[in-house]
């Protein structure tokens, strides 16, 4: 089940006949996510040396970004990175550093989805509580190959200057609150485009939610039938004798 945040109606359809039609995604980027913890982990708090060898060293700082640096400019480079420091505060200046950090993994993007149809915390959350839809996809091509599993939980802070904390396991790693969503994502470099084309074989039903319109549900099904190959399209109902949600 995909959802991100759900658009206004007429955008909602908008949106949809891409998809449905043009095998377009739109892919957000981490930044337009609804958790602000999104991609963004807790930093450990470097001591001034620490923090002054992390922008000044090899790994991050000055000297990988200016490698022919004479040993004066260098000299001059560490005065004025420690003079800061002292002047400004470690911390003040990590949390500075974290904004930044920040800001680069915003503009990666991540398509986010369920692993199954019937979650009714999400029906409610993305899809205008039930009178939206829900786009099932198999998990194969190009792009949903790429497919990786949420991990969920209390994950410790990250150390800027340990290298194997430096991975794309922080988008694949949320809050324990955000694990009624069962989530899966697709992570797509920053520099790609938001539109991302796919074999319009993987979209291999869409259902649509059971409080949805009936002028809707008709633009939908026709959209369907123009399709090649055509989409499968089954409407959710609840059974209330067995307490479930299920499609026909």
Known sequence: MEHSNPPAHADRLEWLKAIILKHQLYVPNVGQLNDPADGSPRFTLLSPPQFLSELFGPRHGVLRNNPGLSLDAQIAEAYVIDYNIQLHGAEKLQRRYKDIFDETMNQWKVYCLSKRYDNMNLWAKYADNHRGYCLEFANEGAFFA???????GEFAAMDVTNDEHININWFFSKGTQW??????????????????????????????????????RAVIRDWAKQRQPELEVVTASWDSFENVLKVA
């Open 146 to 152: 790429c497919a990786m599993n949420v991990t969920y």
């Open 179 to 216: 694990s009624n969503e069962e989530e899966v994502r697709v992570l797509v470099p920053r520099q790609y485009p938001h539109e991302v084309i796919i074999d319009p074989r993987c979209l291999t039903r869409i259902i649509l939610g059971r409080k949805m319109s009936d002028s809707d």
